[in-house]
C-alpha cells in the first residue's frame, strides 16, 4: 500500500486575527513600497513640471508634459509593480499563516477564466452604460466629444492594462486572502460585510472623498457587489475583471472621475453638471446616489446568473 496522503497543515493563528494581521501588514507594506513604485513618474513629472507635481499629486494622473506614450508606460510600471508587490505579500502569508496554496484555488487559471472574462467586462460595461444613460437622460452629464477610433481603441486598450493590476491587487488582498481568513472564524456574510469595509478603507486616501461622505456608502456596495462575484465563483477572476472593466468604463471610457482620480486622456469627454448628491461630484459615481441606485439592480442580476457562473461545488457552498 502507498503511504496515505499528508493531511493539509492547520492554520497558525485563529482567522479573525490572520485577517488582522495581514490587514495591518498590507498597509505598511504600501507606506514602504507605495512612494518607491510611484518614484519614476514622480520624477518625469517634476522634470516635466517642476514643483507642482510633488505639491499637488492629482498631477500625477496628468499625462501632459512628458506625453501620453511615456506617462502610459510610466503608470504600467507602476501598478504592475504594485500589483507584485501585494501579490508577494499575499503568498508569504497565505504559505506561512493560512497553510495553503495561493494559486490554486483563488487565481488557478481554468477554462471559466474566459467566461469569467466575457461575464466581468460585459457586466461592468451595461453597469456604467446603465449609469452614464441615466445620469445624461437627466441631462447631469453632457457628453461633449468623442476621440477618433484609432484613439478611443488605444485608450481602451492601454487602459485595459494599467487597470488590470491595480484591481488584482486589491482584489487579492480583500476579496482573496482577508475573505477566507475572517470567513474561517465568522463565516461567509461576516467576511462579505468586514472584506467591503476594509475595501472602503484602501481608498480612504483617496483625492476629495472627506468633501464626499456618500463615497464611503458606495465603496462599500463596489465591495459588496465584487465579494458577491468571489462568493459565487470561489475564485477571484470574475471579481478581478468586473473591477478591471468598472475602472476602464468609468474613467478611460466615459471620462468620470474614478474614485477622486481624474483623467485626462478618455474616449468621451463629459462634463458633470448635475447635483453632487446623485453624481458624487469631483470623487465620482461612487460617491452618487445614482450609481447607489444602479448598483443595487446589478447586484440582484449578479446573483440571477448565479446557476451560470458557479460550478455544482461552488454553489454547494453557500
Known amino acids: 500500500m502507498g503511504a496515505e496522503a499528508a493531511a493539509p497543515a492547520a492554520p497558525m493563528m485563529a482567522g479573525w486575527l490572520s485577517a488582522l494581521v495581514y490587514l495591518v501588514g498590507f498597509f505598511l507594506v504600501s507606506l514602504v513600497f507605495g512612494p518607491l513604485l510611484g518614484l519614476p513618474l514622480m520624477l518625469a513629472k517634476v522634470a516635466a513640471s517642476g514643483r507642482q507635481a510633488v505639491d499637488d499629486p492629482s498631477h500625477l494622473f496628468n499625462p501632459s508634459g512628458i506625453g501620453v506614450p511615456l506617462w502610459t508606460v510610466l503608470v504600467a510600471v507602476v501598478t504592475w509593480g504594485s500589483f507584485l508587490?501585494?501579490?508577494?505579500?499575499?503568498?508569504?502569508?497565505?504559505?506561512?499563516?493560512?497553510?495553503?496554496?495561493?494559486?490554486?484555488?483563488?487565481?488557478?487559471?481554468?477554462?471559466?477564466?474566459?467566461?469569467?472574462?466575457?461575464?466581468?467586462?460585459?457586466?461592468a460595461a451595461v453597469f456604467f452604460v446603465s449609469v452614464a444613460g441615466v445620469g445624461a437622460a437627466r441631462n447631469w452629464y453632457q457628453f461633449q466629444s468623442v476621440a477618433p477610433a484609432t484613439e478611443a481603441l488605444a485608450i481602451v486598450f492601454g487602459g485595459f492594462w494599467i487597470l488590470l493590476p491595480a484591481a488584482a491587487a486589491e482584489e487579492v488582498s480583500t476579496r482573496g486572502y482577508f475573505f477566507h481568513a475572517v470567513?474561517?472564524?465568522?463565516?461567509?456574510?461576516?467576511?462579505?460585510?468586514?472584506?467591503?469595509?476594509?475595501?472602503?478603507?484602501?481608498?480612504?486616501?483617496?483625492?476629495?472623498?472627506?468633501?464626499?461622505?456618500?463615497?464611503?456608502?458606495?465603496?462599500?456596495?463596489?465591495?459588496?457587489?465584487l465579494g458577491s462575484a468571489y462568493l459565487i465563483t470561489r475564485n477571484l477572476w470574475l471579481a478581478i475583471f468586473l473591477h478591471t472593466g468598472w475602472n476602464l468604463m468609468e474613467g478611460p471610457v466615459f471620462g468620470l472621475p474614478v474614485s477622486g482620480i481624474h483623467l485626462q486622456t478618455t474616449v468621451v469627454q463629459t462634463r458633470v453638471t448635475g447635483p453632487e448628491l446623485w453624481t458624487g461630484g469631483a470623487f465620482g459615481p461612487e460617491a452618487g446616489l445614482l450609481l447607489c441606485l444602479v448598483m443595487l439592480f446589478h447586484l440582484g442580476t449578479l446573483w440571477a446568473l448565479r446557476p451560470v457562473l458557479g460550478s455544482e461545488a461552488e454553489r454547494g457552498r453557500l
Open 85 to 123: 508587490v501585494a501579490l508577494g505579500y499575499t503568498a508569504v502569508l497565505v504559505y506561512g499563516i493560512e497553510k495553503r496554496p495561493l494559486w490554486g484555488q483563488w487565481l488557478g487559471w481554468r477554462m471559466s477564466t474566459w467566461r469569467d472574462l466575457v461575464v466581468g467586462m460585459g457586466l
Open 183 to 225: 470567513e474561517r472564524s465568522w463565516g461567509a456574510p461576516a467576511a462579505l460585510g468586514l472584506s467591503s469595509l476594509a475595501f472602503a478603507a484602501l481608498h480612504l486616501n483617496n483625492p476629495h472623498i472627506r468633501e464626499h461622505p456618500l463615497a464611503i456608502v458606495g465603496l462599500l456596495l463596489a465591495g459588496v457587489y
